[in-house]
Structures are given as C-alpha cells and as structure tokens.
C-alpha cells in the first residue's frame, strides 16, 4: 500500500514538471513512511537528521515528510521539535493536495503541518507514476475495521472504505490497453471489501470482472483476513484461469489464547480448516503467511502451536517477525514478560523450519517447465533475467532480448530456498 502510495506521489511530482534526482541535486526530497514496525520509524528520523548538513548548504532544499507515520501525534511532534528543517508535514489522507502544500513551502517559511484525522472521501484519478507498464498495483478499498491488538493500521489509514467497481474495473481496462498483463489488487482487508457499498457486490466478483478484462493475463491480490475469507473465493479462484494460484493468508500465532489477545476473531482450528480448503481446490496453489514472535504473554507451549501451524500447512514462504510494540493499540498496555533472549530464540527455531519446508517445495519444481513474467535484469547476475511464476516464485533465468514485460516459459534447472534458477524455452503465445 505504500509503495502504492509512493507511485502516486510520483506521479503528482511528474505532473508539476518534475523529474527524479540524486539527493545532492534535488530541489525536493520526500519521505513516505510506514510506523507498521518500529524500525521503519528509526530509519525515518535517521534519515531527516541526516539531510540537516544538506539543508544548510541548500535553504531552498523543501524536505517533505508523509505517509502513515505522520498520522501519530507523537511522531509528527517529535519532527516539529527535533527536526525543524522539515518544511512538510502531511498524512495518509490527503496526499491530493502535495501541490498546494508544495507552493506554499515555497511561499511561507515555517513548517506547514496538514493532518486529516478522519478519512474524508476517496479521491479518483490521482496520477499514478509506475516503474513498468506490464504489471500493476490497484488499491480497491482502503482502511481497515479489524482493530487487531498489536496494528497500528485503522489508527493511521483509518475505517474501510471501498472504491466504486466501475472506478476499478474502468482504472484496470486502461492498464491493460496500455500493456499491462499483471494487476495485483490492494487493500488492508481484501476481503471485507463492498461491505460499505449500497450494492449487493463483494471481492469475489471483482475478482471475476477483472478476470473478463481483455489483456489482462495474471491476477494477483492482498492482503486477507483469515475470518472474512470466504467459500466463494476460493471457488473463484479455482474457477477464474487468470487469478494467480497464490495465496497469502497471515494466520499470526498458532496458539488460541494468543490469537484471542491479538483480537484475530478465529482460532487455530478454524484457520486451518479454511487453508485446507484452499488446498484441495485451487491445485498446485502456493501459500504465504504472517507470524509475529513474542506477542505478549506468548509462552514456549504457546509457539509450538505456531511450529505445529508451519508444520501442517507447509507453507511456500513465511514473513516473520518480532513483536515491536506500538503506541496507540490495545497490545502496547499489555505486560510483556518474556525476554528478548527468548523471542529471538524461538525466531531462530521458526527461520530454520521454514528454511526446510521451502527448500523442500521447491525441489518439486527441479526440471519442470513454469510460466514466468520476465521483469527485467537479475540483480545477482545482469546477465540473467528474472521474474516470477504465477505462484509468486523467483525465478533467475537466461533468455533472449526482448522479453522484458512478457510471459516465457522457463525450465527449471537448479533450486535455492528462496528462488530458482532457469533456461527460458519460448515465449507464452496470447
């Protein structure tokens, strides 16, 4: 969503006349942040200290800093004081409105702080400045109702609102005839999403009239809540040939006393239920998944059931994470007595599991022949492609010019835990 975000903020800037520069160059320098994780928000302040020296040499130099970070009093407060070289400040809610705020820090010398505590209307047709015609991300909804105890994210993005289906479907058709062949569809809740419509119309069928959209080749989607998922989704994404056969669903904590302090709204069992379900209908479907370490009042006994979780499900690929308290949730008051000694053992006992698991799925991959969207040069090796199957693995490969931005069908032929290696054979003929 950030990211997503940033895409936007890019295109404002294009449209004002402006071009990426290197730091030193630029007349502007903007920090979209995320305040998900604690280290996101050390590495913001991090940096603006580190633009004092240049700000001195450059006070025409407008430093701009927005995103959900700056929808916390305490962190907007913090730059005010500790950071008087920051020009802008401004939220997750008004981002429409960077060339007013640009002008007037050109104009007006103080910092100019613009926080929309409430979430106001969506705003259609902001420019969007992506790095690639061939895929895409679309927001479909934004916020989100959940209010898990440990996420900062209804605090900061604020209640679910979700798009009109013909801004979607009308944004998406434009991709396609621009190009595109991948659309990944976004929202902090996928599946809640057309609940606060006035119309009978749920993530299931626009996932269905995206499937329709001429051009359009590979659809992805995330993220899901694991209560909200429903029969019907699954059965759309065995149904509709383009939806990627890829799945990421965070389940958290294993444990059922844990999930009830998280405010997850399910248990162990059901979860599981619901992910077997996926299995046995969508064929070859891959998984992915959350888990926070160290929630607290997480006992030993408590993240074995997260071992047993990883364990039965085996998934593809697993994001984890040590719990980082954040202020302004329920979780954040809560005792937490286990010590840092502990949780990062039990990080290092899941690492290595899922080291396991996902070597051992891709070892099934070894010789076989994968659809892969070439995305451009292998950071590893330029003189490789790379790109990724429709189950969202890596793939570096040898190839021919002129790939980039199209689907080819690769043959496997080494396997690491975290990516493949390939021969391209041919082109996918559409």
Not at 176 to 196: F, H, I, M
Not at 272 to 277: T, V
Not at 385 to 400: A, E, P
Request: include cysteine.
């Amino acid at each position: 969503m950030n990211a997503h975000d940033s895409e936007k903020i890019a295109g404002i800037l294009d449209t004002m006349g402006l071009r990426a520069a290197v730091k030193e160059q630029a007349d502007i320098i903007l920090f979209n942040t995320c305040c998900v994780r604690e280290h996101a928000e050390k590495r913001v302040f991090g940096n603006l200290g580190a633009l004092l020296k240049l700000k001195t040499e450059k006070p025409n130099l407008i430093v701009a800093v927005c995103g959900c970070m700056m929808q916390q009093e305490h962190a907007v407060e913090m730059i005010r004081k500790k950071y008087r070289h920051v020009d802008i400040i401004f939220g997750t809610h008004n981002l429409y409105k960077l060339p007013e705020l640009l002008e007037r820090a050109i104009n007006e010398k103080h910092t100019l702080i613009d926080i929309m505590n409430t979430e106001g209307m969506i705003i259609e047709d902001i420019p969007v400045l992506r790095e690639e015609k061939f895929k895409a991300w679309v927001t479909i909804m934004y916020g989100c109702n959940n209010f898990c105890s440990y996420c900062i994210v209804p605090h900061v993005r604020g209640r679910e609102r979700s798009r009109k289906p013909e801004d979607i479907i009308r944004e998406i058709e434009s991709l396609a005839e621009d190009g595109c062949k991948e659309v990944t569809l976004l929202g902090q809740n996928v599946n809640s999403y057309g609940k606060d419509l006035n119309m009978e119309m749920d993530f299931a069928d626009i996932v269905r009239m995206v499937n329709e959209i001429e051009g359009i080749e590979r659809i992805r989607f995330m993220t899901s809540h694991p209560k909200d998922i429903s029969d019907k989704l699954i059965y759309t994404m065995r149904d509709c040939k383009k939806v990627c056969e890829q799945l990421h669903l965070p389940f958290q904590a294993g444990s059922n006393k844990i999930l009830k302090r998280m405010n997850r709204k399910y248990t162990k069992e059901e979860y599981l239920n619901k992910i077997f379900k996926a299995k046995q209908e969508i064929p070859g479907v891959a998984l992915s998944t959350d888990v926070i370490v160290g929630f607290p009042g997480e006992t030993d006994e408590d993240f074995e059931e997260t071992l047993d979780v990883l364990r039965r499900v085996e998934f593809d690929q697993v994001f984890m994470f040590i719990y980082s308290r954040r202020i302004g949730t329920s979780a954040a008051e809560m005792e937490d007595t286990s010590s840092y000694e502990d949780k990062h053992r039990n990080f290092e006992k899941l690492v290595e599991l899922q080291n396991g698991i996902s070597k051992k799925l891709n070892d099934e991959y070894m010789d076989k022949i994968v659809e892969v969207l070439a995305e451009g040069s292998s950071k590893n090796d330029p003189s490789k492609f790379t790109g990724r199957t429709r189950t969202g693995k890596v793939v570096n490969f040898t190839g021919t010019d002129g790939i980039i931005g199209k689907l080819v069908n690769v043959k496997i032929n080494e396997i690491h835990s975290w990516f493949l290696n390939g021969q391209m054979v041919d082109e996918v003929k559409k």
